[in-house]
Nanobody, 118 residues
Framework: QVQLVESGGGLVQPGGSLKLSCAASGNIFMIGAMGWYRQAPGKQRELVAVITGGGSTNYADSVKGRFTISRDNAKNTEYLQMNSLKPEDTAVYYC????????????WGQGTQVTVSS
C-alpha cells in the first residue's frame, strides 16, 4: 500500500517562508504527476501547484512567483517552497500523487496546517 507523508507546516509571519515535503512510500513502481492542494476553512480544496514526471510545472495564479514546486524522483519526494507568505495562504495543505503499481491510483497525504499570522 502506498502512503504519502507530509511535513513542514507550521505558523509563520506574513512575508515569511516555509518548505513542505511529501514522501511516498510503499509498493511503488512509478510515480506520475505530483501536486499540492490546499483547503481553507469554509472553502473548497483548490490546486496550488503540480509537477509532471518530466518536471513541467503549473501554478495557481494566486501563488505564481511566490511558490515553487519540485521533486526528487530518487527519493519519491516532492517539495513546496513557499515564500512571501500572506494571511490568505492559511490553509491545510495536502500533497497528491499519481502512482502506478499494476494500475494507476490517486494517493493523498494526511494534510499539514499552514498558518500565516502576525
Amino acid at each position: 500500500q502506498v502512503q504519502l507523508v507530509e511535513s513542514g507546516g507550521g505558523l509563520v509571519q506574513p512575508g515569511g517562508s516555509l518548505k513542505l515535503s511529501c514522501a511516498a512510500s510503499g509498493n511503488i513502481f512509478m510515480i506520475g504527476a505530483m501536486g499540492w492542494y490546499r483547503q481553507a476553512p469554509g472553502k473548497q480544496r483548490e490546486l496550488v501547484a503540480v509537477i509532471t514526471g518530466g518536471g513541467s510545472t503549473n501554478y495557481a495564479d494566486s501563488v505564481k512567483g511566490r511558490f515553487t514546486i519540485s521533486r526528487d524522483n530518487a527519493k519519491n519526494t516532492e517539495y513546496l517552497q513557499m515564500n512571501s507568505l500572506k494571511p490568505e495562504d492559511t490553509a491545510v495543505y495536502y500533497c497528491h500523487a499519481q502512482t502506478y503499481s499494476g494500475s494507476w491510483h490517486d494517493i493523498w497525504g494526511q494534510g499539514t496546517q499552514v498558518t500565516v499570522s502576525s
